[in-house]
């Protein structure tokens, strides 16, 4: 592998990264936010009783 092809495949790949993992954070945190509502929910309703 020359550099050209290293260097154009780490831009890409640090470029599809970041969205890769900008994605998965963006998912778990709705994911994490849904849960810390639900779980709020439950207890609302177990302190309700």
């Known amino acids: 592998m020359n550099?050209?092809?290293l260097e154009n495949y780490e831009?890409?790949?640090s470029?599809?990264?970041a969205e890769i993992?900008?994605?998965i954070t963006a998912?778990?945190?709705?994911?994490a936010a849904?849960?810390?509502i639900a779980v709020a929910a439950t207890v609302a309703t177990?302190?309700?009783l």
């Open 15 to 17: 470029e599809e990264l």
């Open 21 to 23: 993992i900008g994605g």
């Open 34 to 36: 849904g849960r810390a």
């Open 27 to 31: 998912y778990q945190a709705g994911y």
């Open 11 to 13: 831009k890409i790949d």
């Open 3 to 5: 550099m050209t092809t």
């Open 46 to 48: 177990f302190a309700a």
